[in-house]
T-cell receptor, first 114, second 114 residues
Framework: ETGVTQTPRHLVMGMTNKKSLKCEQH?????MYWYKQSAKKPLELMFV???????ENNSVPSRFSPECPNSSHLFLHLHTLQPEDSALYLC?????????????FGQGTRLTVV | AQSVTQLDSQVPVFEEAPVELRCNYS??????LFWYVQYPNQGLQLLLK??????LVKGINGFEAEFNKSQTSFHLRKPSVHISDTAEYFC????????????FGTGTRLTVIP
């Protein structure tokens, strides 16, 4: 148990569906992150939020839309995804600016796009 | 630009034998170094980290790593592995400039054979 909770753990969606991934942490952290983990590839940083403000968007397609209503919650809204978007989506949090302090990861959401 | 290389994608080792998982990095600025472990269907968990000071870092579960600046390496070692160490291991770096980005290697799958 890392203190970062992701729901759902598994999600199957069609290419025309709209769904959302949720991440929650009560560690008092101010930075939250979305990563994409695909087979045989390094983890890809997608988005970074610091104090609810988006500080990094790593050229992610607009079919992925993040939302950070407060420092404890992070969402990833999904719409019109492609089969190649199937992956494990990991949320992480850390104290604040910079990941030179420990990042805590959730268990991930396994997304399958059909 | 910075990158992390984990040359061995898979490392099989017999139980109670020693193991070394290799990690090399390249960066034009100073970095912090991390090793994470991922058990099946789980998120990433921090094993150990190097921020400054002694180049030999001890982590959880009996793992240790040594930072070698001249060789730009941060190899992970354990003198005697257990079945429970079977997992995916990721090396990562973050820039000391404080940027919110953690660069991961492609991972090494450690399989401990009974």
């Amino acid at each position: 148990e890392t203190g970062v909770t992701q729901t759902p753990r598994h999600l199957v969606m069609g290419m025309t569906n709209k769904k959302s991934l949720k991440c929650e942490q009560h560690l008092g952290h101010n930075a939250m992150y979305w990563y994409k983990q695909s087979a045989k590839k390094p983890l890809e940083l997608m988005f970074v939020y610091n104090f609810k403000e988006q500080t990094e968007n790593n050229s992610v397609p607009s079919r992925f839309s993040p939302e950070c209503p407060n420092s404890s919650h992070l969402f990833l809204h999904l719409h019109t995804l492609q089969p190649e978007d199937s992956a494990l989506y990991l949320c992480a949090s850390s104290l604040g600016d910079g990941l030179n302090t420990e990042a805590f990861f959730g268990q991930g959401t396994r997304l399958t796009v059909v | 630009a910075q990158s992390v290389t984990q040359l061995d994608s898979q490392v099989p080792v017999f139980e109670e034998a020693p193991v070394e998982l290799r990690c090399n990095y390249s960066s034009s600025v100073s970095v912090y170094l991390f090793w994470y472990v991922q058990y099946p269907n789980q998120g990433l968990q921090l094993l150990l980290k190097y921020l400054s000071g002694s180049t030999l870092v001890k982590g959880i579960n009996g793992f240790e790593a040594e930072f070698n600046k001249s060789q730009t390496s941060f190899h992970l070692r354990k003198p005697s592995v257990h079945i429970s160490d079977t997992a995916e291991y990721f090396c990562a770096v973050s820039l000391q400039t404080g940027a919110n980005n953690l660069f991961f290697g492609t991972g090494t799958r450690l399989t401990v054979i009974p």
